[in-house]
């Protein structure tokens, strides 16, 4: 099922005002400052408490709708910043505008953003913030033949979405925060094939189902999670564009490679054992392979990734959020302390 960018001003209203509802339902209003680096105003806001973000909607730009969000709790905050905004153009091809409005083959509607974080520091930039971004890019192509890879944040109305956009904003804040804080140069100067991705010849496959569209869109939620939990035990978990996560001993020795997956499609097993394959055979250390999978794993499944060298660590979800199942007694995560 392809996605195309709208491009048509009736349709993109349309779709611009399905995305307004669906953020709007169940959020709280809010009359608030909102800040940015050139200038202020007074805004209606729409909190969401348990997702813990807000958005603010405009119209009165002519080419652009304006749509942009933060963290900052307005129940206790007169003035709030912007994370980001995700602005989709009125009509036509418009690139310079972060945000994309898509539909499907179905109708179904959809919301991207082309990975353009602003900060006005150094360090700050789509290309940086893209090396680093924890979930996977959808490759659509414009009505003029040009091609892009975008963050998919998910269906419009989706059960996910607004997790999906909560965990978006909450990744492009911690970029803006640790932008200077990339992977160590002595861990890539040591591992130059950590950048390896396999050559490809002949046209991109972009025929996905909704359901497999939709799952990938929290590919992000769950490295993000499992980040975060993995620093609370004191272990610092590496990402680049191709490796979910990796960790690195005093060395700069790739210790341990993560792969994580959203289902346990046929497809989505076979892409993950080569994957983590590939970006395991380095030249300079043999790292332990660590499958991140959602829910039961049948026995052969396991027993077929144990002969493959493939250790499995399996997750639920509750609610947006997903559960890892004994992290900290995993085997190698904790006791081979694989901190630089």
């Not at 492009?172 to 950590?194: G, H, M, Q, R, Y």
């Not at 994580?260 to 380095?282: E, F, I, N, R």
Request: net charge positive; with cysteine; aromatic share 10%.
């Amino acid at each position: 099922m392809n996605l195309s960018p709208i491009t048509n001003r009736k349709e993109s209203r349309l779709a611009f005002n399905a995305l307004r509802t669906c953020l709007m339902a169940g959020a709280k209003k809010f009359k608030r400052t909102v800040g940015w680096p050139s200038n202020h105003g007074e805004f209606t806001l729409y909190w969401h408490e348990d997702a813990e973000f807000w958005v603010v909607f405009s119209f009165a730009e002519l080419s652009r709708f304006w749509c942009a969000y933060g963290t900052m709790d307005p129940r206790f905050h007169r003035s709030v910043d912007i994370t980001c905004e995700i602005n989709p153009p009125t009509e036509g091809i418009d690139r310079r505008c972060g945000g994309i409005l898509l539909k499907d083959s179905g109708n179904g509607l959809y919301l991207a953003h082309s990975g353009r974080v602003g900060g006005g520091r150094k360090g700050i930039g789509k290309k940086n913030f893209l090396e680093g971004y924890s979930g996977n890019l959808q490759e659509v192509e414009w009505s003029d033949g040009v091609t892009a890879e975008l963050v998919l944040l998910g269906k419009i109305g989706g059960r996910s979405f607004v997790g999906n956009v909560a965990a978006y904003i909450r990744e492009v804040e911690a970029f803006k925060s640790n932008a200077t804080d990339p992977v160590p140069a002595a861990i890539l100067e040591k591992n130059p094939d950590l950048s390896f991705t396999p050559e490809f010849e002949g046209p991109r496959k972009k025929y996905k189902l909704t359901g497999a569209i939709e799952s990938e869109c929290r590919h992000g939620t769950v490295v993000n999670t499992l980040q975060t939990e993995l620093k609370a035990l004191g272990v610092h978990a590496y990402r680049t564009r191709k490796i979910d996560l990796f960790f690195a001993d005093r060395k700069s020795n790739i210790t341990h490679l993560f792969e994580v997956k959203t289902d346990q499609t046929t497809t989505s097993l076979y892409q993950a054992v080569g994957q983590v394959m590939l970006h395991s055979a380095l030249r300079s250390s043999d790292p332990q392979r660590i499958l991140v999978l959602p829910g039961e794993v049948s026995a052969d499944t396991s027993r077929r990734m144990k002969g493959l060298g493939i250790q499995i660590l399996r997750y639920d979800w509750k609610g947006d959020r997903p559960i890892f199942r004994s992290l900290r007694t995993f085997a190698g995560i904790t006791s081979g302390k694989p901190k630089l």
